[in-house]
């Protein structure tokens, strides 16, 4: 069974576009993560929920918003696509009390 | 405001050579640490965690980390490498609440057969 899972795997889509990435886990864990992972491998985060509560927004264009229906699943919606948001993206999630942290398998979007 | 550093970037061992990865870390008060592995084209998998006790972790694959909490380290070593333990290595820290985990920059490790 897959603890995390992400859609889509690869995106490909042209400057300007609206695109989305949704994020499941079935870990029964209260909080959920999205990070950037640049080409020289940096993890950056993004935002963090729990409980379907945001309680981390770092410094992120707000053409970036997420969006959590319930404590199992983290969507990320990117609006007005740029080159610069090529990236793989990962969600992950853990307990709150524990952070031990499990990751989606990635979303590789490439902007052109 | 707390931070890691990984120090090593890229490191090129041959087969069967003992490994040390470093880690240090800023901050002042009670940490989580950990270590996570990145194999090429794969998501981050926990190799290990320390929480509070024995300062000395033993993960998966072999894998073990030291805490020195008066050198504000917590380094990763094996004694002996494989070529699939090639791969990108990530140190973590959680200081507690509401903070996020910090991620260092990560050490790729290229393991030559």
Redesign the interface.
Known sequence: DTAVSQTPKYLVTQMGNDKSIKCEQNLGHDTMYWYKQDSKKFLKIMFSYNNKELIINETVPNRFSPKSPDKAHLNLHINSLELGDSAVYFCASSQANIHEQYFGPGTRLTVT | AQSVSQHNHHVILSEAASLELGCNYSYGGTV?L?W?V?YPG?????LL?YFSGDPLVKGIKGFEAEFIKSKFSFNLRKPSVQWSDTA?Y?C?L?SGG?Q??T?G??T?LQVIP
């Open positions: 989580n950990f996570y990145q794969q998501h981050l998998q926990l965690k990108e990530f973590a959680y509401y996020k985990v991620f920059t990560g790729k």
